[in-house]
């Protein structure tokens, strides 16, 4: 049987239809979900400085979307012009040859394909990775099918040309995996992947040692936009790799091999995310999912790049997030740590809990004390 990789699980209520290139509704209709002046203030993104000026993040996806740009634009319009969603003024992008000046598109292969969530996901990352790192450059690389061995390699493709590469996708792992692994082990380059919208269990390719592993939490917001609840999400991915032995930036982890995730952001903010698409009945829709917490990840790595002025291997920056573990105060300065929530009915292992666990990981970035922290990694 052929393993095709799920697309971050994105969970949206979409019709069953796609608007052609050039969508001619107006984007007057009500924006649905969390805005990204919230999500961006609740975690810090806007207690820095950074916007991720000179970095690119590379989002690796299946088949294409027709209307990506159109999307973008669109969002970015919207968002501007409405204060409680609104996206901050930032450094100039450097992409200036397509019609959005922040974003280019590589298509890999011969683009036979098309899917629904795929083209939705496609839209949901590159959006929000704009709405919380405005400044970075976006290189959307669309593989021609969601076959593992394309996205691998479409991820190496990625990773010639970006500081930060975005996999929100996965397949349970394999032993066939371990075939993919060295695509990762790159100097220059951070690899981030969503751990899954299953619950407990582990997926590739979140479980590379040389990937960043992003579970998902359930987000709870006051009307002053301060965090109310943060608990674990109960889709969120995790588990202890069968095939993986243990890293050794994992050594202070009680597990036999590989464990999943390595921290955790929003899966699902009260709402979800607002997403702006051609390709549903209503042009706002709300998602939610660890392809959109992983998203926020990647958006982070570029603040923390540019603060840096270099970027960073993926076994470095896991060596300097587990690195806060040796420290109490240094752990309670970096992360939110999230003690509650379930995701699924294996006991402790489906439980978050106090310090690392296999459902957050080691808990959600506090961004400002976080990019500190990040800036002196080698």
């Known amino acids: 049987m052929r393993r095709s990789a799920w697309c971050g699980g994105l969970a949206l209520a979409l019709a069953a239809c796609a608007v052609s290139s050039g969508d001619p509704r107006p984007n007057t209709a009500p924006v649905i979900g969390t805005s990204p002046q919230?999500?961006?203030?609740?975690?810090?993104?806007?207690?820095?400085?950074?916007?991720?000026?000179?970095e690119v993040v590379g989002i690796v996806v299946a088949y294409k979307d027709p209307d990506l740009t159109y999307e973008v634009a669109q969002f970015d319009k919207r968002m501007a012009r409405t204060p409680i969603y609104g996206i901050p003024?930032?450094?100039?992008?450097?992409?200036?040859?397509?019609?959005?000046?922040?974003?280019?598109?590589?298509?890999?292969?011969?683009?036979?394909?098309?899917?629904?969530?795929?083209?939705?996901?496609?839209?949901?990352?590159?959006?929000?990775?704009?709405?919380?790192?405005?400044?970075a450059d976006l290189l959307i690389v669309e593989a021609s099918s969601p076959m593992p061995s394309d996205l691998v390699a479409a991820a190496g493709f990625a990773a010639a040309h970006s500081t930060v590469?975005?996999?929100?996708?996965?397949?349970?792992?394999?032993?066939?995996?371990?075939?993919?692994?060295?695509t990762f082990?790159?100097?220059?380059?951070?690899?981030?992947?969503?751990?899954?919208?299953?619950?407990?269990?582990?997926?590739?390719?979140a479980s590379s040692p040389d990937v960043v592993a992003v579970g998902g939490t359930r987000l709870i917001v006051t009307d002053a936009?301060?965090?109310?609840?943060?608990?674990?999400?109960?889709?969120?991915?995790?588990?202890?790799?069968?095939?993986?032995?243990?890293?050794?930036?994992?050594?202070?982890?009680?597990?036999?091999?590989?464990?999943?995730?390595?921290?955790s952001f929003a899966a699902e903010p009260g709402g979800g995310f607002a997403v702006y698409t051609t390709h549903a009945?209503?042009?706002?829709?709300?998602?939610?999912?660890?392809?959109?917490?992983?998203?926020?990840w990647a958006a982070l790595l570029a603040l923390a790049d540019q603060r840096r002025g270099a970027p960073m291997s993926s076994r470095s920056l896991l060596s300097r997030l587990y690195s806060v573990l040796n420290d109490p105060n240094a752990y309670e300065a970096s992360f939110y740590d999230v003690?509650?929530?379930?995701?699924?009915?294996?006991?402790?292992?489906?439980?978050?809990?106090?310090?690392?666990?296999?459902?957050?990981?080691?808990?959600?970035?506090?961004?400002?004390?976080?990019?500190n922290?990040?800036?002196?990694?080698?």
């Open 38 to 54: 919230s999500i961006r203030h609740v975690y810090g993104f806007d207690q820095v400085p950074e916007t991720g000026s000179g």
């Open 89 to 135: 003024s930032s450094s100039p992008c450097s992409l200036r040859r397509g019609p959005h000046p922040c974003l280019e598109i590589a298509a890999l292969g011969t683009q036979t394909g098309a899917d629904l969530h795929w083209m939705t996901e496609q839209a949901a990352a590159t959006e929000w990775i704009h709405a919380l790192a405005p400044g």
């Open 165 to 182: 590469v975005l996999m929100s996708w996965g397949v349970p792992e394999t032993s066939g995996d371990t075939i993919f692994l060295s």
């Open 185 to 205: 082990k790159r100097l220059d380059v951070t690899f981030v992947a969503a751990s899954g919208d299953r619950g407990h269990g582990v997926n590739f390719p």
């Open 225 to 263: 936009g301060r965090r109310e609840l943060e608990s674990s999400w109960w889709g969120s991915g995790g588990g202890v790799s069968s095939i993986e032995t243990k890293p050794a930036y994992q050594n202070r982890i009680n597990a036999a091999g590989r464990a999943v995730p390595d921290v």
């Open 281 to 296: 009945r209503l042009s706002w829709v709300a998602g939610s999912g660890t392809s959109l917490a992983a998203s926020a």
């Open 339 to 371: 003690t509650s929530g379930l995701n699924g009915a294996c006991g402790a292992n489906c439980a978050a809990r106090s310090g690392y666990d296999l459902v957050t990981g080691l808990g959600s970035p506090i961004i400002p004390n976080l990019v």
């Open 373 to 378: 922290e990040l800036s002196g990694a080698a």
